[in-house]
């Protein structure tokens, strides 16, 4: 009751919302899912049609289509796929011009999202994007056709709104769900005895990556740095976090292989409580990097890819820095390495500097924290900035009662 209150309190009274919503992978899933249920708390009735995955189905969207005819990847694939994601765009717009939604939302999936937001837009329908497209770092341009097809961004991180802003689009920070997800306060020891690690000794955690070829690039390069440490302070233990028993048996092959003495322990899917047992981490860019911030983790940062796409992406990307962390911060927090940069002897060198100096590992827990405190404390509730759309454009006149 008090969320519907505050509802009427924004200007938005009515009892019935529909809402159109097109999500393109297992992440927009989870994100549309949790905005689902924020809805309902303020709206007596909601429907939700579109296209999600099992998470926003099961928060009551009537999908459409399967999810996976979305869920595309990489350079090659989605030009393969183009017919059929062309088609499924369309179908997407007739259904919504003949079964008009309130507001249509599109989560993520940029290339795919914005050329139906325009389209919808142009036929009077209130649009949002959800989770922006990363203008700040390559390919501002499409801020143009962000500008033509949508009424709102929502963004999960605080900078991303400058940009807009300049452009003069409405955007409201909204947070990443991580920011809340994870507590303020980190249990290390529980994390450890959760894994049945042991509680006394010294951990690195290793992260190299999801993707398959993320393990191709960085596993050999993180075991071997793992080895140098070891080989300068024997007492360490290793824990590497990987997302399958695939990956698992890759890096096995390779310390049988290479690194038979490394003390380490592989474990399958749960990365943020090795991350939260672990005093140091070692990390291939991503949102893994975020994580280690918000568990308040001091970390190492690497990322290498095959030479041709390193070259395309320094003539693309402009920002300064890769990791999360340090984007967040404007300036360099936590080492990072790229490409050649990101072998062993750097990479190790970085890690012990860390064993060596414990005060830049208080100093970081404490920057983490507020920064962590901060990011709660500036997003404000996507449900929130749905409904102040929907309210500004009926005070206007734009959208009928």
């Known amino acids: 009751m008090q969320r519907r209150n505050e509802a009427k309190d924004a200007g938005y009274a009515r009892s019935l ?30 429907e939700i049609v579109g296209l999600g995955g099992p998470a926003m189905i099961e928060a009551g969207c ?21 017919p059929d994601l062309f088609k499924l765009r369309h179908q997407l717009y007739q259904y919504f011009i003949t079964h008009k939604p309130d507001v249509f939302i599109g989560i993520d999936a940029p ?9 919808l837009r142009q036929q009077g329908i ?26 709102l961004v929502l963004t999960l ?21 991580l920011v809340t997800t994870i507590p303020l306060d980190i249990d290390q020891l529980a994390a450890r005895q959760a894994l049945q690690l042991d509680v006394r000794a010294t951990w690195v955690a290793i992260l190299p990556g999801s993707r398959q070829q ?14 140098r440490c070891f080989q300068a302070k024997p007492y360490l233990q290793f824990v590497a976090a990987v997302v399958n028993e695939l990956h698992a048996a890759q890096l096995r092959e390779i310390c049988r292989q290479q690194f038979p003495h490394l003390p380490i322990t592989f474990i ?13 981490v070692l990390v291939t860019s991503g949102t893994a990097t975020l994580e280690a911030m918000l568990l308040k983790r001091p970390m190492v940062i690497a990322y290498r890819m095959a030479a041709f796409n390193y070259q395309l992406a320094k003539w693309l990307v402009k920002t300064p820095y890769i990791g999360l962390p340090n984007i967040l911060a404007g300036q360099r927090l936590v080492p990072e390495f790229i490409q050649h940069q990101a072998n062993p002897e750097s990479l190790s060198r970085a890690l012990l500097d860390y064993l060596e100096h ?8 404490k920057v983490f924290a507020e920064m962590h405190s901060d990011l709660r404390t500036q997003a404000q509730q996507p449900a929130q900035a749905v409904l102040e759309l929907l309210a500004s454009r009926e005070r206007t006149g734009i959208l009928s009662s």
């Open 17 to 46: 919302l529909r809402v159109g919503m097109v999500a393109g992978e297992a992440s927009g899933d989870a994100l549309g899912a949790a905005l689902i249920q924020s809805l309902h708390e303020y709206i007596p009735q909601l």
């Open 62 to 82: 009537h999908s459409l289509y399967n999810i996976e005819r979305l869920a595309v990847m990489g350079v090659l694939e989605p030009l393969l796929r183009l």
């Open 111 to 119: 290339d795919f999202n914005l050329g139906l937001e325009l389209k």
């Open 214 to 227: 993320e393990i191709r690039y960085m596993a050999e390069t993180f075991l071997a740095t793992a080895y």
């Open 358 to 365: 414990p005060q830049k590992m208080q100093e970081l827990h």
């Open 157 to 177: 991180f605080p900078f991303e709104t400058i940009i807009y802003d300049k452009y003069r689009i409405s955007a409201r920070y909204v947070g990443h769900p």
């Open 126 to 151: 209130p649009t949002i994007h959800y989770v922006s497209p990363s203008i700040w770092a390559w390919r501002e341009k499409r801020v143009y056709k962000i500008q033509k097809a949508v009424d």
């Open 268 to 280: 399958v899917g749960r990365a943020r409580e090795v991350m939260a047992a672990a005093d140091i």
